[in-house]
């Protein structure tokens, strides 16, 4: 399963392990014609992921993933085709970022009361950039041997009721869905059915999403099943939602998150690109089956 189109991914300027522009050249080296930078809460890699592109003839759409709050817990929404010089989206980043930071500080503070000496300073040396996350954590506690892979360090440590758990109010979902929309972009909600809420829960936090005027749902990301977008798919025909697709690349491994690894849209899902101007006409020319049976 590959694609031409991916519309997530990190590099280094938040919690991903390659520059971004080593980013755009394993996208060209792995087939990929468009990629999204979306990096946590900070556009800084745009500009060298840009240079990086126009080399090597990958269409770059500048992005961002942004952390929100509703109904109490977190959800990431990505903006694809965002002006990254806009005031109001600086802004509220800059304060996300501020927010992140905070809780990166007390996430260490607890990690060191756990047994992992020197919490903090190690993580500081693993983010090359100024976005200090979870991800960054989970990363250390596997080189220190706390944890065979990242999944099982947030299992045992960074996840709700673990010893490096830390909860935070990040902007509201409306404000966030607001900034994207100021910048000029469209607002994503990235991987719904990963957050592993409830169904309930899950049809109201996609009716509130669609509500505040969100415009996609990531209906293809890194290793999902054709289950998953089968239902992803029919939440978003049911709320009248365009569909977008992305790897959320952040290492090398696992491989299914490697860049482009990712299955087709289905039929009958609206692309994102038909939404607006996010891509040009030349980038429009994909192989018909990235909007695949379904």
């Not at 960074?158 to 100021?182: C, F, M, T």
């Not at 692309?271 to 891509?279: A, Q, T, V």
């Amino acid at each position: 399963m590959s694609s031409p189109i991916d519309l997530h991914a990190h590099s280094t300027a938040s919690d991903g392990v390659l520059s971004p522009a080593d980013l755009v050249v394993r996208a060209a080296e792995r087939g990929v014609r468009v990629l999204a930078l979306t990096d946590h809460d900070t556009t800084d890699g745009l500009p060298a992921a840009c240079r990086s592109a126009q080399l090597r003839g990958v269409e770059l759409i500048p992005g961002v993933e942004v952390s929100a709050t509703w109904a109490g817990r977190t959800l990431h929404i990505v903006g694809l085709g965002v002006d990254a010089d806009n005031a109001l989206l600086q802004r509220g980043l800059t304060n996300i970022r501020s927010t992140r930071l905070q809780r990166a500080r007390e996430i260490g503070r607890m990690l060191e009361g756990a047994g992992l000496e020197g919490a903090w300073d190690g993580v500081r040396t693993l983010a090359q950039g100024d976005v200090v996350g979870r991800a960054h954590y989970a990363r250390l506690l596997v080189l220190r041997g706390l944890a065979a892979d990242p999944s099982e360090a947030f299992r045992r440590y960074l996840r709700r009721g673990r010893p490096g758990y830390v909860p935070v109010q990040w902007a509201d979902l409306d404000e966030v869905v607001g900034w994207v929309h100021q910048a000029g972009g469209l607002a994503v909600l990235a991987h719904p059915l990963q957050y592993r809420y409830p169904r309930a829960f899950l049809r109201r936090m996609l009716a509130a999403f669609a509500a505040v005027g969100g415009d996609a749902l990531e209906i293809v990301t890194g290793g999902s099943t054709a289950e998953q977008v089968s239902t992803a798919a029919t939440y978003a025909r049911r709320l009248g939602l365009a569909g977008s697709l992305g790897s959320d690349f952040h290492t090398l491994h696992p491989p299914w998150n490697d860049l482009g690894s990712i299955r087709p849209l289905p039929r009958g899902v609206v692309p994102i690109w038909e939404r607006g101007s996010l891509l040009s006409q030349a980038a429009l020319a994909v192989p018909a089956d990235v909007n695949a049976p379904g």
